[in-house]
């Protein structure tokens, strides 16, 4: 018989339960499913592009519309069995008529899915429960509990992240055989435990369009990225992204911070040195640029290096090699540069503090993080994100308000700083901290809020201009329109 298993995203117990069907259905395909999905996917096996006999649905909550039911009518025609397994009772407000076309199947008494499916399939889930566990009691995990808990996890980040479907798959079986970890997987843990807490939460127009935009570059990993955006909104998670969706994805992902590293130590970082290059140079080294090779490089705040820095730099990027400090011999590379920086490289340009050339060079795809108050309706799902990774539970309606009520300044940064707060004091009154909070940092919002403006109103206008270039991506016939402006009036402000 040929059996597909659809189970749910986000939480461990879907994935042990359906290791547990699987061990009962030991040729079944699985795969990951939202409810969202759901539907569309059901009609797709309705059309025939599938041959399954039956379709076991664990835990996925099903949809109020109507489209489902003439889909599983069409299913039942085809002499497809489909079974809904749950520890929740079907939504009241679904049609009767649905249990027709659908075999219903919940316990309401079950300690959670896992054990439902267990009891329902008579097959073995002690050690799988042992790994769904390690959300509640991570302290006293084994290590090899610890590592299958993390498979799933991993899997999830990286079909939300990435849109690889298959690897959650590959980890319930994982699970269900009690296998070994492959390599992919365990690198796939090692990746998820670096970056794991780094993703483009939102589904806001102005969110979907950076999602587009990373989908589109990422695999094209010959052009040059340049992420502008305001501190704490994301720049190195979209830079992360582009490398993982790149043919680069295998070789190494190296981050820079130009900002971090006194001028006197960046060259010999950046490119290495020799022995005898300068004091206390006793042995030579490679630099982060030869780390990098065959992979991306990410230099945050580029507007922090020195002219001469800019020269070096730039070289490396129109030939392909540089020096080590104290050498002469060149050292080849194939490193995909992607910079960001939240300064004004146009006005340092202008001021002769970063080189034109090399901005340039640097700004063949610009991509723009909004801050986060353009797109105050992710909040949610932000907030969310980091409270499930915490409590594994969503925040209440109250809270979510509470927290739509302030722009945040200091961007996402700022929102998971002020949760992480609200959870180790286990305060549950976001309102009330957000007042105690809004009041700490009011020297500082002053500060920032209030930038110095031109007294002149032709250089006033051209500030203004310059903002809005910034936040449509150096796109000149869009600031144009916003400004009421022709380009050629547009170019005059912004001295092109």
């Not at 659809?6 to 879907?14: E, K, R, V």
């Not at 587009?212 to 909104?233: E, L, Q």
């Not at 002149?456 to 600031?479: C, G, P, V």
Request: charged share 25%; proline share 3%; with cysteine.
């Amino acid at each position: 018989m040929n059996t597909l298993i659809l189970t749910g995203w986000g939480w461990i117990d879907y994935a042990t339960a359906a290791a547990v069907a699987l061990r009962y259905f030991r040729t079944a395909d699985i795969l990951g499913m939202s409810r969202r999905r759901l539907p569309e996917y059901l009609a797709e096996l309705a059309d025939g592009e599938f041959d399954y006999k039956q379709i076991i649905i664990i835990g996925i909550g099903l949809n109020k519309d109507q489209e489902l039911m003439p889909i599983l009518k069409r299913l039942k025609t085809q002499q497809v069995n489909v079974i809904w397994l749950s520890v929740l009772p079907l939504s009241p407000q679904l049609p009767s008529a649905i249990k027709k076309y659908l075999d219903i199947q919940f316990d309401l008494d079950s300690d959670g899915l896992t054990e439902f499916i267990s009891e329902y399939y008579s097959q073995p889930a002690a050690d799988l429960l042992k790994v769904r566990n390690v959300e509640y009691q991570s302290s006293t995990a084994t290590k090899d509990n610890l590592a299958r808990y993390l498979l799933t996890k991993s899997a999830q980040y990286r079909y939300r992240n990435y849109q690889d479907n298959a690897a959650y798959g590959a980890a319930i079986r994982t699970l269900a055989e009690k296998s070994s970890l492959t390599q992919a997987q365990e690198a796939m843990i090692k990746h998820y435990r670096k970056y794991g807490q780094r993703e483009l939460k939102g589904s806001s127009p102005v969110m979907t369009r950076l999602h587009a935009i990373i989908n589109k570059v990422g695999p094209k990993d010959s052009a040059r990225v340049f992420i502008h955006g305001a501190s704490g909104t994301g720049k190195e998670t979209v830079a992360i992204q582009l490398h993982e969706k790149s043919p680069r994805r295998q070789k190494p992902f190296i981050t820079f911070n130009c900002a971090t590293t006194s001028t006197s130590l960046v060259e010999s970082q950046l490119f290495g040195y020799v022995k005898g290059a300068f004091t206390g140079a006793t042995n030579g080294r490679s630099g982060i640029f030869e780390e990098a090779d065959g992979g991306t490089l990410f230099l945050d705040e580029i507007g922090e290096l020195s002219l001469e820095i800019q020269a070096n730099i730039l070289r490396v990027l129109q030939e392909g090699c540089f020096n080590r400090v104290g050498s002469h011999q060149e050292v080849q590379v194939d490193v995909r540069i992607i910079t960001a920086t939240n300064r004004d490289l146009v006005a340092m340009v202008k001021t002769g503090t970063f080189r034109e050339d090399l901005f340039y060079r640097l700004n063949v795809i610009p991509i723009y993080v909004p801050p986060l108050s353009e797109h105050l309706a992710d909040i949610k799902d932000i907030a969310n994100s980091f409270w499930y990774r915490w409590h594994s539970k969503a925040l209440s309606s109250q809270q979510i308000e509470a927290l739509e009520n302030y722009n945040w300044p200091g961007n996402v940064r700022e929102l998971g700083n002020f949760l992480e707060y609200a959870s180790v004091l286990e305060d549950n009154d976001f309102a009330t901290l957000l007042v105690e909070h809004r009041q700490r940092l009011e020297p500082l919002r002053r500060d920032i809020d209030e930038p110095e403006l031109p007294d002149n109103l032709d250089d006033l206008t051209r500030y203004h201009a310059q903002k809005l270039f910034d936040k449509y991506e150096h796109n000149i016939s869009r600031t144009a329109k916003t400004l009421g402006i022709t380009r050629n009036t547009l170019k005059k402000y912004l001295r092109m």
